[in-house]
């Protein structure tokens, strides 16, 4: 069992920044793939970015160049940068992380970005 605890959503301006982070409990950690989801009102789950083992990262096409993802292992925290926040960011965010079968997921905190 894997519990995934987000923090950082908020209230920004268009063009501001905000920081995420999200907690992992459990061992191994560098081990595992940690993710970003998103999800807008009256809109699917979307990927936003991921981060493999070796530190090598992915991110969705609306966010290249504004968001980057990176990995604290001692800390077992995954986090995403957010810069260049458009009002189309509002949504939450999700924390996730693949194991075997299994895809755990955060609980998700909001970001709003105002216009």
């Known amino acids: 069992q894997v519990q995934l605890v987000e923090s950082g959503g908020g209230l920004v301006q268009a063009g501001g920044s905000l920081g995420l982070s999200c907690a992992a409990s459990?061992?191994?950690?560098?081990?595992?793939?940690m993710a970003w989801y998103r999800q807008a009102p009256g809109k699917q789950r979307e990927f936003v970015a991921s981060?493999?083992?070796?530190?090598?990262?992915h991110y969705a096409d609306s966010v290249k160049g504004r968001f980057t993802i990176s990995r604290g292992n001692a800390k077992n925290t995954v986090y995403l940068q957010m810069n260049s926040l458009k009002p189309e960011d509002t949504a939450i965010y999700y924390c996730n992380t693949p194991r075997g079968a299994t895809a755990y997921w955060g609980q998700g905190t909001q970001v709003t970005v105002s216009s």
């Open positions: 981060i493999l083992s070796d530190g090598s990262t």
């Open positions: 459990g061992t191994m950690f560098s081990l595992y793939v």
